[in-house]
């Protein structure tokens, strides 16, 4: 429920806020603010989000430090993701070399079949749903995004040198 609630507040005008909530965790945000985040979006109530607002505000400076630790934790972690890709792919080892391409295959066959059954009128529970979604999305930027950032970088390297 955390990841609907976050997009929730992201789209209600607290970004920030819910940003620092993924890098920080909920309970540190809580003890910061001094405010209980709901568990659910059902209980982000328009009195809720004007606190929330007023937080966020209040403690601005926080929240965006919160977000930019995040952020260069990510970049530090994808730098060392591309090294062992390149392992990787310099390995003798066949399972190394496609076991990425094959964990996309096989998201992209179940998004198939959650389709087809949904056509069929099979019902599939929501949080599968949910996250399937979410594993598809991190596994096609890690993917592609990734090796398309690694690419630029490298030729933007080149062109320095």
């Known amino acids: 429920m955390l990841p609907i609630l976050l997009a929730t507040m992201a789209q209600s005008g607290l970004a920030i806020l819910a940003e620092a909530v993924v890098a920080k965790g909920k309970s540190a945000v809580e003890k910061k603010l001094g405010i209980t985040l709901p568990s659910s979006s059902e209980q982000l109530t328009p009195e809720l989000l004007g606190k929330l607002k007023e937080a966020q505000n209040t403690h601005e400076q926080f929240l965006v430090n919160a977000a930019l630790e995040e952020a260069k934790l990510d970049l530090a972690a994808s730098g060392e993701v591309s090294e062992r890709w390149k392992a990787d792919m310099a390995s003798d080892n066949s399972l190394s070399k496609n ?20 056509i069929y009128g099979i019902a599939v529970a929501p949080v599968y749903v949910t996250l399937l979604g979410e594993l598809i999305q991190l596994v096609f930027m890690a993917y592609f995004v990734g090796r398309s950032t690694e690419k630029v970088v490298d030729m933007v390297g080149k062109r320095k040198s």
């Not at 996309?104 to 059954?117: D, G, H, M, R």
Request: hydrophobic fraction near 75%; charged fraction near 5%; aromatic fraction near 20%.
């Open 99 to 118: 076991v990425r391409p094959a964990v996309l295959i096989f998201l992209l066959f179940l998004f198939s079949v959650f389709s087809i059954a949904s």
